[in-house]
């Protein structure tokens, strides 16, 4: 595995990100964005078309490197997180993953069958994906311990439906139809995969990253008993596998389900460190729920940032009030978005997001 030493590793600078997922004490609230290394910057924009396309952009060590720290140089985030996809684990799997303009993520094989389930190989994290872990010990060594590194993968469910559908889905029509008709199929499906990205994760964990998050981009389509029986049971098997401890300090583990709100009182038991929001639910009652079992991510509207700066910033501080209201804490609380940042967003607008997080939440820190 290709690593850097941990003498070669400096102290981290900027930690509160860390110590508010293990809700400990801050001096402010920290902030990053989802999906803040894209398409919104000209200088993402550049890079990818230098790398000619985007998984290209993925593999190219220097350049993943490259676009992972483009942010922090515009905005005071307190975390960077790895320039990758979701999708590496399947595509390692040899499904062949490609990207068509305007349609989104495809895989030239599709996964319905017991025998595409029982064919799909065991990876090693450190052949198949050894560009993600390149990457990861670069930008590592690049940050020179100025804020935390995250590192990411899909969940088996959302990993799972790309896998059966061949691509993005709406209905979800030949996941759904193999949950319901041959449960035991998706099951089996779903336990390779989290085989699979537990490997992945404490690869990453090794090479460098300081925190990982659990993308659940598909669990909220789940209905209420299913989602906890074909998602949420497996992450928490993840989770329960993973290294929670590397040179010297926690790593925490945050679970993030787009949709997922109504599901806080069972995603507290799976073990993660913090639980992602987005703007659907309340952060009050999130907060009430949690009841500093957990640390809590988010959940501004993404769309906020179309706003006036004078908009975001009253947004913020709506958010900020919420999380810290009804909660005698002053830690376990990191800002984001709800989701992903979007490509048509002014970066200005970013900036006025971040700055007011750190401005607006210094009332909380007296």
Known sequence: MSDVSTAEKPALKNDRFIRALLRQPVDTTPVWMMRQAGRYLPEYKATRSQAGDFLSLCKNTDLACEVTLQPLRRFALDAAILFSDILTVPDAMGLGLYFEEGEGPKFKKTVRTEADIVALPKINPND????VMDAVSTIRS?????????????????LATYMVEGGSSREFRHTKEMLYRTPELLHA???????????YLNAQILAGAQVVQIFDSWG???AHREYVEFSLKYMTKIISGLIRVHEGRSVPVIVFTKGGGQWIPQMIDSGADALGLDWTTSLADARKI?????????NLDP???YGSPEQIRKSVAAMLADAYASNQERTGYVANLGHGITQWVDPNHAGVFVDAVHELSAIYFK
């Open 290 to 298: 949690a009841a500093s079992r957990v640390a809590l991510q988010g």
């Open 142 to 158: 690049a940050l020179g311990g100025s804020v935390p590194l995250i590192g990411f993968s899909g969940s088996p469910w959302t």
């Open 128 to 131: 198949s994906l050894q560009y």
């Open 189 to 199: 499906l779903l336990e390779k995969l989290a085989v699979a990205v537990t490997d």
């Open 220 to 222: 909220g389509a789940l």
């Open 303 to 305: 769309n906020t940032l």
